[in-house]
């Protein structure tokens, strides 16, 4: 049952982990930590799991994020880490690919995007010949500001219904409160569960819908550098 | 007549597009299809034409810029480029283009822009680099009536039209017209996958001044180069004695063996060329010594025929055992029940529920010896590698 884990044990345990082919939203306010986690999950699965991970940054340029590793001290696996960095290019950057980056035009070109994801699932799968691949998508939020919701619903069937054929895991970041109910309602259509993240009185809660028979509780979290901790249960 | 600069394309296009035709790539999502537009500019320029390039999915002089990735020096034909900017007026930054389109969300911008440059430039060659992200943007419908309109107009003033398309999951209605009376040709683009998206290729969906060529050619888009061509794998295994160097000299219009008294001990070599499709076969040895050569050989490929004697069932664990080995690869199979003209052979069906095979699996039966079903077997697996398209 669990193909995939994400790395934060009390999850895991409470959902007894991942299905193959599965995709998750991961919904949450803004400056809630949503990032810190998902770089976790990217981390666990990549270093801990030996999964192949391809991350869609449309926030921070790649090389933000691989020294955002390297300044936490954790040893990135980098022969399986993809990133398909949609900010340089439309920042003016400098922007040179290599065999973990590879540069789409800009957040509109999803196109371009789709075709860089393509060539790194080939590469894992066909090349290196690794059967586990995470696509996490960080975030839907400024892939809707450019397009409307049809086209990005478009994007993610196809490339939903890929992560289901290769039996990958794709983990989708959007920010909760900025996109009206009814678009968020039409996305969830293509999901088969979501990481709720909540803050309430100055503290940051999380839960997982939709991929155990019941919701999982609320758990209090605290972030300490580029760990994610539990510290209660509401 | 201009040519697309697309090697083999042009050859089965009779030369290449006539003035005041329309020509769409319609190109799979996740392919890398939309460099057939700009090898379609690059060319056009370089053959000392007029060329239009509108840009609508990023910043203009970043598209400029990716000509330089495949080697293509567009500098010096600047003068004869003209960038129609439908990106940043999006995204609201200020565009240093002539031609800008200032609201890309409505079709009435594009129309005035377009039916004007359409009046205005003398014959030129007018690539759209993303028709998807313009539909995306002002709507389906509004887009196709749109592009009715430009492809007449561009009749009129003999110019040429060619788009970059995106065939994302959209209504059937509006993919229907697509492929079928909006333009005067299709040139399909598509990946072959099994799980992941391995191999690239190109075909003429419709054309209407060529014969219809039913052609796919495979394709790779090299940094410098552009698109180029090559010629697939099709791997051909199975079990000691089923017949597979039988079935590779069979299929083949030459091959080679090498034996040593009367069995393979290192491969079979053919080439096949068969209704617009060719292949190089490589048959591995059928002894288990020889798995090693199985593996080297599976990661090159397009695809497996997987052979079985049909009269000898002992030998299917063998032959589960050898397709355990190609399909760890991911590679499209069809299975190949070798032998039906013998007493005592199992029809496929049979073979199916002794091998436990799922039923989308094809077996198809043969009698290589006579070359009785090894073409229809081709045509199965070539169906399978192209996904029929």
């Known amino acids: 049952m669990s193909d995939y884990t994400l790395g934060i044990k009390e999850i895991d345990a409470a959902i007894g982990g991942i299905r193959k082919g599965s995709n998750i939203m991961l919904i949450g306010p803004p400056m809630s930590g949503k990032e810190v986690i998902l770089y976790y999950i990217m981390y666990y699965g990549a270093a801990k799991n030996e999964n192949a991970v391809i991350t869609v940054t449309t926030r921070e340029s790649a090389t933000n994020i691989l020294e955002w590793f390297k300044d936490h001290k954790l040893a990135l696996p980098l022969s399986r880490i993809g990133i398909v960095d949609c900010v340089t290019k439309t920042l003016g950057g400098a922007a040179v690919e290599n065999e973990n980056i590879k540069i789409a035009s800009s957040p509109v070109d999803l196109t371009g995007i789709g075709v860089k994801i393509s060539q790194f699932f080939e590469e894992y799968y066909m090349k290196k010949n690794i059967r586990k691949t995470q696509l996490h998508i960080n975030s839907l939020s400024t892939i809707l500001m450019y397009s409307n919701i049809q086209t990005v619903f478009r994007f993610l069937h196809v490339f939903t219904g890929r992560i289901k054929a290769t039996g990958a895991l794709g983990v989708y970041t959007i920010e909760s409160g900025m996109h009206d109910e009814q678009s968020i309602a039409t996305l969830k259509q293509l999901f088969d569960g979501m990481i709720e993240i909540k803050s309430e009185n100055d503290k940051n809660f999380i839960r997982v819908v939709g991929l155990s028979p019941k919701p999982t509780p609320w758990f209090e979290y605290e972030i300490e550098g580029a760990d994610v901790k539990i510290i209660g249960r509401k | 007549m201009v040519e697309t600069g697309i090697p083999k394309l042009d050859e089965f296009l009779n030369g290449g597009i006539p003035k005041g035709k329309s020509l769409i790539y319609y190109i799979q999502p996740g392919v890398e299809g939309e460099v057939f537009g700009m090898q379609t500019v690059y060319n056009a320029l370089k053959k000392g034409g007029n ?25 010096p034909y600047v003068n004869r480029l003209f960038c129609v900017d439908a990106y940043n007026p999006l995204i609201g930054a200020p565009s240093n283009e002539k031609y800008i389109v200032s609201n890309p969300d409505n079709i009435e911008g594009f129309n005035k822009i377009i039916i004007g440059l359409i009046k205005e430039l003398p014959p030129s060659t007018i690539v759209f680099g993303s028709l998807s992200t313009i539909m995306d943007l002002c709507g389906e419908k509004e887009t196709i009536e749109a592009v009715r309109e430009w492809n007449k107009m561009a009749m009129l003033y003999d110019h040429i039209m060619v788009y970059n398309f995106t065939a994302w999951p959209y209504s059937e209605e509006t993919l229907k017209l697509i492929k079928g009376e909006l333009f005067n040709a299709v040139i399909s683009i598509g990946g072959i996958a ?17 014969k219809e060529i039913k052609k796919s050619m495979l394709f790779r888009v090299l940094r410098p180069g552009g698109i180029k061509l090559y010629i697939p794998k099709i791997l051909v295994t199975g079990p000691f004695d089923s017949g597979k160097s039988t079935f590779v000299h069979a299929l083949s219009t030459r091959a080679i063996s090498v034996d040593r008294l009367g069995t393979t001990i290192a491969m079979d070599h053919g080439h096949v060329d068969y209704k617009g499709f060719s292949a190089d076969i490589f048959g591995t040895p059928g002894q288990e010594r020889f798995d090693p050569i199985i593996k080297l050989l599976s990661g090159e490929s397009m695809g497996v025929f997987l052979i079985v004697d049909s009269t000898n069932p002992t030998d299917f664990i063998r032959a589960k055992q050898m397709l355990e080995i190609t399909k760890s690869y991911g590679l499209p199979y069809v299975v190949v029940a070798n032998k039906q003209d013998l007493p005592g052979a199992l029809t496929p069906e049979e073979i199916r529920s002794q091998f436990n095979l799922p039923e989308d699996v094809p077996i198809v039966p043969a009698v290589a010896k006579d070359r009785k079903g090894v073409f229809e077997a081709f045509e199965v697996l070539i169906d399978k590698i192209t996904g029929g398209t």
């Open chain 2, 194 to 210: 099994e799980r992941v998206i391995f191999g690239q290729y190109f075909g003429i969906l419709k054309s209407d001044w060529a």
């Open chain 2, 51 to 75: 060329c239009v390039l509108v840009v609508s999915s990023t910043i203009p002089d970043i598209l400029k810029g990716q000509f330089k990735e495949f080697g293509w020096d567009i500098q």
